[in-house]
Structures are given as structure tokens and as C-alpha cells.
């Protein structure tokens, strides 16, 4: 029996997940949320579940979700567990009454896509969101903002990419098999800035190819290091996609929105801080490491709107189930192109 | 009797001051700060009193400062006064027993500084730092970690510049006259940069000049509303200086770092954000428009440091009564520079 | 009967057409490209007929392009002709023993271009090369060298564009039906920077898309103002292009060279100048207005290499007719791919 | 006696002076510059008279000044000799009924400016103009454009920086002697910037510093590698210098104007080209090394600007003998104060 939250009480939440990004989250529930009180914590992990417990002093640590799940003394569940778990596990909340944010991806399976969103569509008092987090990045929100006001008339390109620095070691080979490709790994941040800048059109065309630049061992799942696509929407928007896992210089994840009376670049060059080094090499500025120190304010942001949208029961402003969905959609037609060197039609 | 804080107890803070800036604190100190409570707030005025108990629910909120002062449930002091009243409420909160943060200047008056520092000296155990805020800001604590590591060699050439916008309404002229003209109010931020990057060198002599743009108002008190100064330190070090009260773009407070081998700047463009704007105008990004949006981090951080250096003994990294001595010594000779055309000696 | 030229006479150059971008490439002929002379130039429009001869003092003028072939005065050819003409002309001077530049495209034909290579196979101490002048600006050679010295390990990607400010009486509509349609017109630039800075690897498979922004009169030749597409190459390398008639801020033709180690961009922001404004709106640059004032540096640089290479015998560095088919080749797959909205195979 | 040029016959120019920057001059003159031809050189030294007779194919070329002048078929000396010839070169050259460029500075003796000046005077026929070659580079016009159209409203600072990349040989120490100092040598150039873009004012006061960063052998003479220095201007203007000979970037000589209603910067980062490079130091670019890189444009249009005020007996928008005097007088002021420690009354 789920107990009743008053506008005035803090929202109980209760995370899954501390692996490193859940560590993140946990940390700003925990202390950086007005309004939010991380009661509750779950993780398989041993030194994980002792963090909690003793670094941010979380009241109830758990060893299994459905433990976490049941807890009647939490009103909202934060997911940051392995993606072929978040569908289930989003359910499985929404059914214990419970708000819920999940990590992206929703799914990569559109079944289960469209299964969460039926559950959710039964329970329309419920909060359920997918953390996009770019959309709660004051540039991108200001960007956005500018969109929205007509500043560059109607906006009908989109170009964002999600570049991650070069892992040497290829950490990341491994978990490839599982991670729907770098189109659905990666590239679904940019199906949803581009769809979320576009005003949401419908997708209806995708293109995509790729190329191992670095990390042969992708090969074996049919997997590319560096990954590029054209997506085109109802309506005659068109979106192009770079996804890349060997920058030299950092975290590079920008955005641009074209329209017919101007054109806004977010995050093009991705400055470290406000440092220009004059040395004999030129003049410079170091780059964000990873998407964390970038999208660390983000995060944070997502979940003051979140929280914040539990109280008043209002819209957060992240990406809804439907938004997840499309993105997987998307994410899933643009793998189709690169295995068969086909466009594929939505 | 003060009552003893064990390294795991939060800091009980009281704050003095609830105007514009005050507010960002006791925001700051209440919320984002771990291991500060907030414990009690103190304002002349009755609406700021009402908005420190209801909006921050701060428990013990008093109209005068002796109350504040005498409050023994309070580890620290937070004033953010006016200038006038820093030194004596610096000494009241250090006999009191109490650490202490105070708002630049420590003081307009060198004989008054001298006797806080006597009395501080006193008390080798209280904290005691003035909220010089760029020092904790994340790109000038970069720099100045860059010129530690001898990045740019043998620094010795400071150019710094606090530039406000314009505010047409020419609200600050009305304060001129107590804020000790524009070098004291404004440049001695860029003089405690200055010596922070060039090792806190004693300064030798100063020129300063200064015009009046915009607001005519300021000549009846001798002040201008841009000013320029040079300041020589012992060893041959530099500083340029510019403060200005009349820019267009928005707050523009930038400084520069020159070695032997090589050079750093620190916030050239005053960025409001990640988004460039395309049209056709160019291409653009907006400006921070005041100090608070362009360190708004460091003050946060500022008061992070502040807390954790009273719970751990530590060196705060903030600037000492003696940097804030000096920072006030060399303003002043720079305000005689301007009013006798001289290069002053100190 | 052709003259003789000694490597010390100067290069006599005849320029067919005088448009707008015939007379810059006339005016750099004439002035600005040591050992070369412009001795005749030949134009049907009466009026630029009389300015060669005027302005320029272009010994002989003719109307036709025949007599300027036949003029046995002259060691090369220059032409500016409408592209219909490019095959036909460059046919003829190359029989009339001539060295030849002529302007982008070689032809819209494949067959044509096909026989023009062969004439010119049959001639290989006559210098033929087609104006792709990105290949003389000095960034895009600076990039280039850069490439070549491995600075970014092996180049496997480039993202390249050629976008012009709007015009907004849409004179270019009017052309449109003859022009090839955008990827013909514009992305051509954009191929050969990328084949040239891949090391002239051979496409294997394009995509394309567009829309209409802004330009409704386009869609009645099935052309669009705004293009997008991928590009494959033997080897694993890919590139992507974006073509825009529509762009507010000025011309924008930038591209970017993605390796294994590193990135480089080439005009990134089309800065007019070094002048930065700081106003009410922001800090901005203004940019180049139209693709001339963005390439007039390269323009020359091309005709001096065009000269020095007819004078030495040796490879100017331009794109070579080999070159020029490969772009007309994609080009051509790219409007296919636009038409039918499949990626079509190489 | 001399030949009467007609307005459409072509300056005849006798070069004086083939040192570095004189090669250069004298190849502008020789092969860039409309309407004018390079008639005669002139230089003590045996292998750069070769070189303009074999190189250039100057028809006529002296050891001696004295031929030159006495030259009766040159209607213009441009001279880029050492700067204690300048003055009476300059008045032999005007004796001779020749018009005269010369590179800065007029002199470094205000009584010789003043005589000059007075030589001029006698013969307003003539061109005599000194090579502030700032004032042509296209973006520091457009800054004077735009100053002048009233784009940043009235103009009240100018900040503005002669910096050169370090020498390592400090090959300049052995000519620090005869060069005036640093402000004389270089902020001349800054100097006669900052008084041409605020309207030509009167310098009423001057105060500077320097020091000696790497070039110890400059002590000797009572020069510094960097200094300092504050201008004020009867109104009210002011401005601010700094120089530099141990930039480790390159040259980096920018400016920056202030007005009441905005600013602009000219040059602030000195971007080589267009290229930006990413790798895992960061973004950057490099560098122009040296003030040719930086101005070769300038130095160009400055020629092709005299000569076309030769031939229209018009303004060529360079710096007066008057202009020079005061850059000089100003640098003397600037070196007093730096040698007493004083303030320096004009």
C-alpha cells in the first residue's frame, strides 16, 4: 500500500543502480535535490550497497530490485540499471504505484516499448520519464527556448553528434554485443535533441553507415567505432548523425539547429572551462573529458524537473515514454541501414 | 560559552546580511552546502527577515547583529554588510569565539584592517577569510594551478579587468560616495588576482587614471566610471588593471596570466552559455550579464571551502585579512594616484 | 601553328567568359599572377567585351569562342564559361594545343567527361586541371599538409559543406534546371575536399536528402535548397555533405578531417575579419557574405600554381579532370539517391 | 630636375633600404601594386642590390642614397632604412621634388620631426607619409568604419599591445641601444592606433613600467622586454599600452577600442589561418609568428594606398609626419616614465 505524498513532503526516492553513472545520480538525489530524499538504495553489488550505505547514509539498502520495488515508503524509483533490465523494471514500478525515471534507452526492443507505454497509459498520475539528459543542459534549453520563440524561423535541420573520447583499452568492445549498436548506444541522444528541436515530427526514412577506425574487435558483432546517418521526418525535416568512440580530444557531443532565418551550434567547441593556454603550440582550450563533466550540470537539472514535476504534477520537460520509443525506433531502422546498405522506410 | 563542533558535526552558520547578494548566500549555505546548517540569519530589514524564516525556514532570525553575534548555538559568521561595518563585525564574530567569512573589502580603512588582522592573530584557531570568489571559480583556480605546475614559467605580467554592464538607471551612483571610488570597490578583485597568480609579491607603486563615460553624477564625489592602473610589485612583477561601470555586452571581468614561457587567460569572453547564434548579424554568443551569473560557481564553491576548512583546521584556499590588507592598500594608492596625477609609492 | 614558349616568357592566357566570376578571374590574370599575360579574352555580351578591353587592357577581344581557340598567340586557356560548355571547350583547346584550366564542373555528363579525359590522355604535356579552388586556400592546403604529415594519424572521415547566404529574390531558381541540382552544383566542392583529404579513395555506395526551406520554385525541377548526404569509400572511409542556398549568416562552406589521432576543421566560423563586436546582443564576428570574399585568396593562389605549373611542367596541385569526374560521378549518385530516396551503389 | 607624372602614368618609385622588410616592401612595389613600377633601389649592401637587379629586374640600382634621390626619372622614394636616417632622408627626398613613404618612425629626435615636418610644409604637393601600417590592414579599417559610423558610440579607451614572439638568440638586444627603448620601438605602433581611432586627441599625461623577463642583456641599456603604459587624452580619453619581445604563441599584437555603447577587438587572438586542431592537448590554432604573417595584407594595401594618393593628389589615409611626430613624442614620454618612476606631464 503506497502512502500518500503531501505537496509539502519530500519525494521518497529510491534508486537502482550505482554503478559509476549511478553513483551520480545517487549522489545528487541524495544531496543536491530540493525536495528529494534518497531513502532507499538497490544494487547486487556488495561495495556498492556499503557506499550507499555509508557515504550517503541511505536509510535502506538493498540487495534485489523487487525488494526496492515493494518498499512502501518510497514514492518514486531511479533506474540506472543495465538497459535490457529498464523495461521490466519500469513496469514493475509503475504497477507498485510508483513515479518512475529510467536511464535511457526505455528498450531496445520495440515490443517492450510499447508495452511500457501501456502500462503507463494506465496510470496517467504517474510520472515516467527517460533520462535524455540534454534536454535539461541550460544550452540546449536555451537553444530550445530559442527555437521555440521563432529566433531562427523554422527550424527544419538538425546535426548532432555523440563523440566519446577514445578508450585505448576498448572497455567498451565488450559490452558492444549488448548495447544495440552505436546507433542505439549512442546516437538515440541525438534522435531526441533532433526530434525534441524539429517539434517532434515522425521519422520516415533513415540512412546510415559506419566504419572501425580503431577497435577491430567491434567487428565481430557487427559493431562500428564511428557511425553516420540521415534521418528524414514527416513534413520535409531532415536530421544528420555522427556517432564516434575515438575522439583525441575528448567528449565532443554538440548540436546544431538550422532554420529558414538562422541557425543556432550548441556546445561546438566543447570547452573544459574559460582557460585559453598561449604556448608555442598555439592557442587552446582543453575539452571535457568525458559526457559526465559535460552533462554534469544536466543531470542535476533532470532531476530538480523531475522531482519537482512529482510535487505539482506537472510536466518535467524530459523525454516522455513515447519520445524513448521513437528514439529506439529510429535508433533501431538506422542499424537496419548499416547492416544492408539500405535506406530503410519507417 | 561557545559550544564545541566535532569534526562530524555540521557547522552552525549565521549569516548578516539578506540584500541582493546575501540572499545567493544564505541560499548557498542552507542548500548546497554539505556540512553547513544554516542556523540562524540577521537583517535590519523586516521583509528579509520574513524571507530567510519562511523561504529557507532558517530557525533563529534576528534584527540586529550584537544578537547574531551573542547567538551560542553558532560556529560561524557570514556577513555580507555593508562595507562599513565589516571590520567590527569581523572582530565582534572573532571575539565571540566564531569563524568568519566576510564579503570584500575587509575594510575601506588601513588602520582598521590592521587592527583585525592584531585581532585575529589572536585566534590562530578561527577561520578567518574575506570572499575574494574568484579564487574558488573552476577556470581561475585552472589557471592558477597551471602557473603552480610552471606551465607558463616565471610569471610576471597580471592583466585583469572587472567590467560591469551599464545600468542606464546609474543605480551605483547614489554609493559612489561610500564605496571608496571605483579602483576600491571594483579592481580590488583583480589586485588579489594578481598577487594570488604572482605569488603574493608586495606591491612597490601605482598610476591610475580614470574617465568619466557615461555617468556624470560621479565626478561631485571624485569617482569616474572607467579606470585604468598599473602596479609594480617587488621583483620586477606587473599588473595592468581596467574597471569599468558602463559596458554594453554585460559583466566582462576577465583577467590574463603572462610567463616566460607561455600565457593563460581566464573568461576572455564572458560566455553566457554553450549556444552560438547564427544570423544576420553574424555569428554570436550572449554575455554573462552580472557577476553573479559569471560566479555563480564560485561562490558556491567559496562557501563549500569556507565550511569544510573549519571542519578540518585547513587552508581554505580563500584569501587571508592580509591578501584582503594589501588588496586595499594598493586600491587606495591607486584612488591618490587618480586624484593627483601621480605615481604613488608604497 | 602554336608558338613556342621558352620557361622563362610569360604564360599567354586567353579567358573565355566574363560573369561575374570571370572578370575576378580575368582581374587576377591580368594583374596579379607573375608570368602570366592576359592576351586576349573573348565574351558575347558586348559590355564585358568593352571592359576587357578598357579596364584591363586585354589586347584582343573577341565574341566568340572559336576565335579565341584559333588565336595562335596564346598558350593557354581559361575558362568561365556556363558548365554546358566546359567538355565542348576544353575539347577544343586542348586540340589547339593549349593548356587548360577550366572552372568547376568538368561536365554534368559522364560520357563527357569520360571524353575528355581521353583528349587529354593523348596530351599529357598540356596541363589540364578543373577549378576546385578549396584545394589553394591556404587553411584548406594547411589542413591538407597536415593530413599528409600524419598529424591526425589515418583520415577516415570528412564532413564537408558548401552553404550560401539566401538570396532572397532566388535568382540561382531560375539556373536550377540547368545546374545539376544542388549536390552538382554545390557538394562537388564538398567531394573533392574529401577525396582529396582521404588520399582519392573510390565511393562505393551514396545516400542523399533534402528539402525545400525556403525556395518553392525549386520543385518544379525536382531540386531542393537544402541537401544532406553520405558518402562511402573503398577502404572503410565515409563522408558526409550538407549544400544550402539558404543560410542568413553569410556563406558558410567549412569542412573537417576526422583520423585515428586527431581532427582538424577549416573554417569552422566564416569570420569576415579579425573584428569582434561587443554589444547589447553579444560578442560576435561578422562573416564572409558570399563564397568569393571567403575564396579570393584562393582564387589567386590557384591561378599562379595553374601558371607555374604550365611554366615548369609540373603538377599544379588542382584537381586533375580524373578528379573532376569522380565528383560529377557522386554527384550524379547523390541526385539519384535524393530522387528515389535509395542509396544507390557505386 | 623632374619629370611630370601624368595621372595615368605609373609612380616611379626608387627603394631605399633592402633588409628584410625592405625585400618585402620592394616586392609589393615591384609586382602587386597597380600604377606603380619599381624604378630603383637602393642599398649598401652588395647581395640585396643583386637581388633587386636579378630578382625584382630593377632597371637601376645605387650604392649610394645620394644617386637615388638625385634620381630624375623616380617620382617617390619609399624608404626602409635605419630609423636615424629616416629624418633627413625624408627631407632630401622632398628637396628633390619626390613624393616619400617611410617606414616608422619619422624620427626618434622630436626637433628632427619638427624640421621634417616643416620641410613638408613648404611643399604640400607632395605625399610624405610614415608606414603605421595598422591603419591599412583591413580589419583594423573596418574597426575605424565602424568607430566612425558610430557603432560602439564615443570611443573613450583604446587597449592595444605590440607583442613579438621570443627570440631565443635575443638577437634585438644588440640593437636595443639605438632603437629608442620598447615604447619608442614598439608601442609607437599602438600609439598611433589608439589616437586614430579616438579622433586624434592630444596626450596630456603618460605613466609606464616594465621589466626584464628573459633578456637580461637589455639592462645595460636601460631597456626592458615588457612594458607598460597609461595615456590620457585632453576629453578625457585614455589609453593602454603593453609590448613585448618573449610572447611564446607568436606575434600577437591586437587592439581594442571602448565606446559608450560597445567595443570592438581587432586581432585578439592572432590566428594564423582557419585551422583549428583537435588532439589530446585540446582545440587550437596557431599562430602568426611574426608581424609580417600578421600584416602582409597591410603592407600591401598601404603601398597600393600611397601610390593611388600619388596619382589623385588625395588623402592615402596613412599617418601624417604630425601623426608620427606625436607617436613620438608620446614614446618619449612613455620612456622618461619608465626610467624615473614618475608621471610624465605633455
Not at 88 to 98: D, F, H, P, T, Y
Not at 319 to 345: N, S, Y
Request: aromatic share 6%; hydrophobic share 45%.
Amino acid at each position: 500500500m503506497q502512502t500518500v505524498t503531501s505537496p509539502a513532503a519530500p519525494v521518497r526516492i529510491g534508486i537502482a543502480g550505482l554503478g559509476r553513472l549511478g553513483r551520480r545520480h545517487a549522489e545528487n538525489l541524495a544531496r543536491r535535490v530540493p525536495g528529494a530524499v534518497l531513502a532507499a538504495a538497490c544494487s547486487p553489488v556488495a561495495e556498492e550497497r556499503a557506499w550507499a550505505r555509508e557515504t550517503l547514509k541511505v536509510p535502506r539498502v538493498h540487495a534485489d530490485f523487487a525488494a526496492l520495488a515493494a518498499d512502501p515508503e518510497l514514492d518514486a524509483l531511479w533506474l540506472v540499471t543495465p538497459s535490457a533490465l529498464h523495461a521490466e523494471q519500469i513496469v514493475a514500478a509503475l504497477r507498485a504505484g510508483k513515479h518512475v525515471f529510467c536511464e535511457k534507452p526505455l528498450s531496445l526492443d520495440l515490443a517492450e516499448c510499447e508495452r511500457v507505454i501501456a502500462e503507463a497509459g494506465a496510470r496517467p498520475h504517474l510520472q515516467a520519464t527517460i533520462g535524455f539528459m540534454r534536454r535539461f543542459d541550460p544550452s540546449y534549453r536555451d537553444a530550445f527556448e530559442r527555437v521555440a520563440a521563432g529566433t531562427i524561423g523554422r527550424p527544419f535541420l538538425v546535426r548532432s553528434q555523440t563523440a566519446d573520447r577514445n578508450d585505448p583499452d576498448g572497455f567498451f568492445v565488450r559490452f558492444a554485443p549488448g548495447s544495440g549498436g552505436i546507433f542505439l548506444d549512442c546516437s538515440v541522444h541525438d534522435i531526441d535533441v533532433a526530434r525534441w528541436l524539429l517539434g517532434r515530427p515522425r521519422a520516415t526514412r533513415v540512412f546510415a553507415a559506419g566504419t572501425v577506425a580503431l577497435h577491430e574487435g567491434l567487428r565481430a558483432c557487427g559493431d562500428v567505432d564511428n557511425g553516420v546517418a540521415i534521418c528524414e521526418f514527416e513534413g520535409g525535416a531532415l536530421a544528420m548523425f555522427y556517432a564516434s568512440r575515438t575522439m583525441a580530444h575528448g567528449n565532443d557531443s554538440h548540436s546544431e539547429v538550422i532554420g529558414t532565418a538562422g541557425a543556432l551550434t550548441i556546445g561546438r567547441n566543447p570547452r573544459a572551462n574559460r582557460v585559453e593556454i598561449h604556448d608555442a603550440t598555439g592557442i587552446r582550450n582543453t575539452c571535457t573529458p568525458t559526457f559526465f563533466e559535460r552533462f554534469e550540470e544536466a543531470f542535476l537539472i533532470e532531476a530538480q524537473a523531475f522531482v519537482a514535476a512529482v510535487r505539482d504534477g506537472a510536466d518535467s520537460g524530459g523525454a516522455t515514454l513515447a519520445d524513448a520509443r521513437e528514439a529506439t525506433r529510429i535508433g533501431h531502422a538506422m542499424r537496419e541501414a548499416l547492416a544492408t546498405g539500405r535506406a530503410v522506410e519507417l
